[in-house]
């Protein structure tokens, strides 16, 4: 296929990532345009498209199937990603999709056996790959800086619980956490996790936990390289957004990650005081955006150079031994699949 200059993308969800990224490809990523926004809810796409110039719809078959669309931007609801992934691939379009790519197994294999089949590139958003920090940092470990990893640790604390409400069961995992999964897999390069336990309660807001809210956990994760990790999640840091990773190891140690909104410091009377970021496409906005600047280098080489479906599943794996774990109240083990055993 003839790629255009510009690379012409269309995105499925106009909610405030999806918004962001369009905001990213009409203006921050050169030689990208805009095509079409899709979401079902009325007005929705409207809002996202227009400062742009592009069309809006309220149906995804219908941006999937224009011609003029030549890559896929999902950033809908985690329960819609993989079947708009298939059909994404099936139409012949490149695919980026947020995390989680999908929320099972199954359905993370169909998605990348139709991205195969379709010889389609299917990237999968995995934002601090992206991040500069967090790539010297793996580059380090790469690099056998330092040396063998014996000990990894990834965090994600969120500033934030709106609706504590609105928060669907598992999301601590699926949604949140399935972040550090990616990092700690990714640092952790050729090692897979054996053995899996998880912690995890509504300390936030524990009146909404038997509607299934878990608004903290923590999880310790065995590789078969014999290196532990260790990654948590909290929904209430007041102080700002927190996102972290470290490997520690035979020569050495790297992290990643500053709270910092910029290198400024004040000094007064009442002690020291520095500005923290307070959202995620704030803290990670280059990030997002080269993430997506990535995905149009991918459908023009078919090279993809952030995280893959493969990678996706690997995390997801990790977040549904972690369910399983919770459920059990005991540590479980995974098979070479990535499956639980048992």
């Known amino acids: 296929m003839t790629i255009s200059s510009p690379v012409r993308l269309g995105l499925i969800g106009a909610g405030w990532i999806g918004a962001f990224h369009a905001e990213s490809i009409a203006r921050r990523i050169p030689d990208t345009e805009l095509v079409t926004v899709a979401d079902p809810v009325p007005g929705a796409a409207e809002r996202v498209a227009a400062p742009f110039g592009a069309r809006a719809s309220l149906d995804a078959a219908d941006l999937i199937t224009d011609p003029a669309v030549e890559g896929v931007v999902i950033s809908s609801p985690a329960f819609t990603h993989a079947d708009l992934v298939v059909a994404a691939a099936q139409a012949g379009k490149a695919v980026f999709v947020e995390k989680p790519m999908a929320l099972t197994l199954e359905d993370a294999d169909r998605a990348i056996s139709a991205a195969a089949s379709a010889g389609v590139p299917l990237q999968v958003g995995f934002n601090r790959r992206f991040a500069t920090d967090f790539a010297a940092a793996r580059a380090l470990v790469l690099d056998g800086r330092v040396g063998t990893p014996q000990l990894l640790r990834s965090l994600t604390r969120d500033p934030g619980l709106a609706n504590p409400?609105?928060?669907k069961p598992w999301t601590i995992f699926n949604e949140t956490l399935i972040h550090d999964f990616d990092t700690?897999?990714?640092?952790?390069?050729?090692?897979?996790?054996?053995?899996?336990v998880a912690l995890a309660d509504a300390l936030v807001a524990p009146d909404f936990k038997d509607g299934g809210l878990l608004d903290t956990a923590v999880v310790t994760i065995?590789?078969?390289?014999?290196?532990?990790?260790?990654?948590?999640?909290?929904?209430?840091?007041?102080?700002?957004?927190?996102?972290?990773?470290?490997?520690?190891?035979s020569a050495g140690m790297v992290t990643a990650g500053d709270i910092h909104a910029t290198s400024a410091r004040y000094?007064?009377?009442?002690?020291?005081?520095?500005?923290?970021?307070?959202?995620?496409?704030?803290?990670?906005?280059?990030?997002?955006?080269?993430?997506l600047a990535a995905f149009a280098v991918a459908i023009?080489?078919?090279?993809?150079?952030?995280?893959?479906?493969?990678d996706a599943r690997a995390a997801l794996a990790l977040a549904l031994a972690c369910r399983?774990?919770?459920?059990?109240?005991?540590?479980?083990?995974?098979?070479?699949?990535?499956?639980?055993?048992?």
């Open 267 to 291: 000094f007064g009377a009442d002690g020291a005081w520095a500005e923290t970021s307070r959202l995620n496409i704030d803290l990670f906005r280059q990030a997002y955006t080269d993430e």
């Open 222 to 249: 065995r590789y078969d390289n014999g290196a532990l990790a260790v990654a948590e999640a909290n929904f209430s840091a007041v102080y700002g957004y927190d996102i972290r990773g470290e490997v520690f190891g």
């Open 184 to 196: 700690l897999n990714w640092f952790n390069a050729g090692a897979s996790p054996v053995e899996v």
């Open 300 to 310: 023009r080489t078919g090279e993809v150079a952030g995280a893959r479906g493969e």
């Open 324 to 342: 399983a774990s919770v459920e059990r109240g005991t540590v479980v083990r995974l098979g070479a699949d990535g499956r639980v055993l048992g």
């Open 165 to 167: 409400g609105a928060v």
